[in-house]
């Protein structure tokens, strides 16, 4: 049972078009995120939400926006895609607190945008 | 604001031959610190965390990383490299407010055999 499951893996698309990543996890985390990591494998935090509301949102271009419908589900929507969105992005969720598993981030497996 | 950087973007090693991939961070206080790896086509793996329990941490796979506050280092180790070592690794640091996240630029391993 996948902890952090994005989806789609692979996304190919043209210029313009829209086009959304959906992530879920099963790990009862409070907080979830959206990273973009280029080709040069530089990590880069987006958003930030903590139960379901926005923490942090990183200089981001309006073309992307994220939406929370339950603590856990982080999707990503991203309007007229450019060449420059295309990238790795991960999807990622942590527990604040004070066990063993806490303040860690476990990340999803990736879904890869090629804009064409 | 709490960053680390990482020397060196591209490190080979010789199979059998010491892992060290370096680490500093700015914080003004000891902050959480963590060393993740990312083989090829995957996700980021968590190896170990610093937590202010103990400054020597051992990790999975046979890594370790040392916090050392007079240096504010927390660098990555592994006696002997083995091939399957070979990833990008990432440290990472959690700010003291809040829950977020930032990671350094990355440490491309090679292990030539």
């Known amino acids: 049972d996948t902890a952090v499951s994005q989806t789609p893996k692979y996304l190919v698309t043209q210029m313009g078009n829209d086009k959304s990543i959906k992530c879920e996890q099963n790990?009862?985390?409070?907080?979830m995120y959206w990273y973009k990591q280029d080709s040069k494998k530089f990590l880069k935090i987006m958003f930030s939400?903590?139960?379901?509301?926005?923490?942090i949102n990183e200089t981001v271009p309006n073309r992307f926006s994220p939406k929370s419908p339950d603590k856990a589900h982080l999707n990503l929507h991203i309007n007229s895609l450019e060449l420059g969105d295309s990238a790795v992005y991960f999807c990622?969720?942590?527990?604040?607190?004070?066990?063993?598993?806490?303040?860690?981030?476990?990340f999803g497996a990736g879904s890869r945008l090629t804009v064409l | 604001a709490q960053s680390v950087t990482q020397l060196g973007s591209h490190v080979s090693v010789s199979e059998g031959a010491l892992v060290l991939l370096r680490c500093n961070y700015s914080?003004?206080?000891?902050?959480?610190l963590f060393w993740y790896v990312q083989y090829p086509n995957q996700g980021l793996q968590l190896l170990l965390k610093?937590?202010?329990?103990?400054?020597l941490v051992k990790g999975i796979n046979g890594f370790e990383a040392e916090f050392k506050k007079s240096e504010t280092s927390f660098h990555l180790t592994k006696p002997s490299a083995h091939m399957s070592d070979a990833a990008e690794y990432f440290c990472?640091?959690?700010?003291?407010?809040?829950?977020?996240?930032?990671f350094g630029t990355g440490t491309s391993l090679t292990v030539i055999p």
């Open positions: 990622a969720s942590s527990q604040m607190g004070t066990g063993a598993g806490a303040n860690v981030l476990t």
């Open positions: 790990l009862g985390h409070d907080t």
């Open positions: 939400y903590n139960n379901k509301e926005l923490i």
């Open positions: 914080s003004s206080v000891p902050p959480y």
């Open positions: 610093y937590t202010s329990a103990a400054t």
């Open positions: 990472a640091v959690r700010t003291n407010t809040g829950n977020q996240f930032y």
